[in-house]
Nanobody, 125 residues
């Protein structure tokens, strides 16, 4: 499976963006799909994960970001609202095929088998 992330860009604080993660080479229907981000000089951090219609979020984005997926399009999405300068980072999508990571490990990057190339999100006035 290959993942292609897109949709990043420059947005003002308070603005919105929707990231897409298109999969090819196989179906992600049964995969858990996640988003991570990495700011300059920082480690890659968990943002969200969705599987079977249930989504989990990092505390820093809860209430502002929403993960979704369209299995017919083999694509996952991350809707980002009320963006803040501290959301600036490269955003990566990742896929976790069955058997899935246990709940306590879902934020661990090593649990994901497939990664997209990343898309830059910059929040600045």
């Amino acid at each position: 499976v290959q993942l292609q992330a897109s949709g990043g860009g420059l947005v003002q604080p308070g603005g919105s963006l929707r990231l897409s993660c298109a999969a090819s080479g196989g179906t992600i229907r049964d995969y858990a799909m996640a988003w991570f981000r990495q700011a300059p000089g920082k480690e890659r951090e968990f943002v969200s994960r969705i599987r079977s219609g249930v989504a989990y979020y990092a505390g820093s984005v809860k209430g502002r970001f929403a993960a979704s997926r369209d299995n017919a399009k083999n694509t996952a999405y991350l809707q980002m609202n009320s963006l803040k300068p501290e959301d600036t980072a490269v955003y990566y999508c990742a896929a976790d095929p069955p058997p899935y990571a246990i709940l306590s490990s879902q934020e661990d990057t090593t649990q994901y088998d497939y990664w997209g190339q990343g898309t830059q999100v910059t929040v600045s006035s």
